[in-house]
């Protein structure tokens, strides 16, 4: 829900209700107001909104539904839904992930982990890529 939208993405980006007030050149009850959802911005206000959080109009207004229920993701990230680990112990990632992420069929990815958080699949290639250049930046 719009609301609850721009609520989520101005702590993500940790902004009072003042502050992005100030840029969107509203007061901060117009924000309080956005944010409880008894009033619906403008489309300038809109559209000024979805620049300084860096999403799309869509990602903005959109209702969260099942696979969306999380609220917008952080800028840079993205929240693709859930997977069911099934009786062999594997999980099928999504269509969507796999063309996002440019991943194919055979293609080895690093499975990195956080004690407590959970895990993330990178690609192998060039995150070992990524690690060689930094040790040459070390040495």
Known sequence: MLSQNIAILRK?????QEQLAEKLDVSRQSIAKWEKGEV???LNKLIKLKDIFDVTLDELIK???????FGP?????????SVIIDENNCIKLPKDVLEKFCWQKGQ???ILGDEGEGIALVNKDKFMKRMDELYKLVK
């Open 12 to 16: 993500l980006n940790k902004m009072s």
């Open 40 to 42: 619906t911005p403008e």
């Open 63 to 69: 209702v969260n539904d099942e696979k969306n229920c």
């Open 73 to 81: 993701a952080p800028k840079g990230k993205s929240i693709h839904g």
């Open 108 to 110: 080895e990815l690093l």
